[in-house]
């Protein structure tokens, strides 16, 4: 309690908004009951891992003044009927159960599996007070319960419709809104069948993940989607050569114009596959101007080739892997 106590009194001295409600509940709800690691980084204010994945994905718990944050700004009342997606192992959903009350219901919807089972078992051990249930996107998908509120714990190119259709009217989704490197903090109202955004600043989270798989490193739309956004940040803070511009933005129509049906890479891909997949020889065939502007225009992300020359030195070959594309 005093650790907890002391850690709110921290946050509302910087100027986080520590209400009544959120100590309360805070103050209740034991971290501990929710990860096995240990809490040093929860009382520094840092995120707090909590499960990682058969595939090595570590999936951390919110850190203190951002838990705070989404529930402040989530403007919760007793009684409503709220969505989670993304567990974030089921600490989050609990204190919002302990502010809307008995009559109150929580969902929390979490895509992945293994993540999904660990957040039962948690909640199974938290003294609930109004009802929490666990799904998958699949039960959201048939179910037609519409929602007061509806959290977004991961980071969405924007809100689908699918999501939109469980808004209750006056509702609102909470979600950070862009791509790794930018997003926004967006609160967007339902008013009849107008949606009002209202933006609440710059954030960082993770992605939410609602395909339960990966994302192809080689896919057009994401390349296209971080080509744009690094393009568009790099030229707030440097100027680039006209002529490079023009080839950049070529670069990028040309990936926009080739068919959806490209064949999917993986790190089991062989090295004849991915030098023959048809945005691997777009982008070597580029390669004499492109290389030098790569590390910029890539530097802000994670996705990309590191080294359009390591492709030809001798440490490529991965026996079929391969270590250059970043996931």
Same mark, same amino acid.
């Given at each position: ?72 700004h989530l403007e919760i009342l007793e009684n409503q009927n709220i969505l989670i997606m993304g567990s974030k192992s089921g600490y989050l959903g609990a204190l919002v159960d302990r502010i809307i009350g008995k009559d109150g219901n929580v969902m929390i919807l979490e895509p992945h599996n293994q993540v999904r089972d660990y957040t039962s078992k948690r909640i ?15 039960? @959201?998908? %048939?179910? +037609? ?6 959290? !977004?714990?991961?980071? *969405?190119? &924007? ?25 926004r903090l967006l609160k967007k109202e339902k008013q009849g069948n107008v949606w009002m955004d209202t933006d609440l600043g710059g954030v960082i989270f993770g992605p939410m993940d609602l395909t339960e798989i990966n ?68 982008? @070597?065939? %580029?390669? +004499? ?6 590390? !910029?225009?890539?530097? *802000?992300? &994670? ?25």
């Open positions: 309690m005093s650790s907890m106590t002391d850690l709110l009194t921290r946050l509302k001295k910087s100027g986080v908004p520590v209400t009544n409600k959120i100590k309360i509940a805070m103050e209740f709800i034991k971290p501990d009951i929710f990860t096995d690691h240990d809490l040093e980084l929860f009382w520094n204010d840092m995120p707090t891992p909590f499960f990682m994945t058969e595939n090595g994905s570590v999936k951390s718990i919110s850190a203190p003044h951002m838990i705070v944050t989404l529930l402040y199974s051990k938290h003294n609930t007070i109004g009802t929490i249930e666990i799904c998958s996107q699949k039960d @959201l998908l %048939e179910s +037609e319960k519409k929602f007061d509120r509806i959290l !977004i714990t991961g980071y *969405l190119r &924007n809100v689908s419709e699918d999501i939109q259709f469980h808004v209750k009217d006056g509702g609102f989704v909470l979600a950070p809104i862009g791509s790794s490197i930018h997003q994302n192809n490193p080689l896919d057009s739309k994401n390349i296209i989607e971080h080509m744009e956004v690094a393009l568009e940040l790099i030229l707030e803070v440097i100027e680039i050569e006209e002529e490079s511009l023009v080839r950049i933005r070529d670069l990028i129509s040309s990936i926009r114009e080739l068919p959806d049906d490209i064949p999917p890479l993986d790190q089991y891909s062989s090295d004849d596959e991915i030098f023959e997949h048809p945005i691997m020889e777009l982008l @070597l065939s %580029e390669q +004499e101007w492109l290389g030098p502007l790569w590390p !910029i225009l890539t530097g *802000l992300d &994670n996705i990309f080739i590191s080294d359009f020359n390591e492709m030809h030195g001798d440490e490529y070959s991965n026996n079929g892997g391969h270590s250059d594309l970043v996931p």
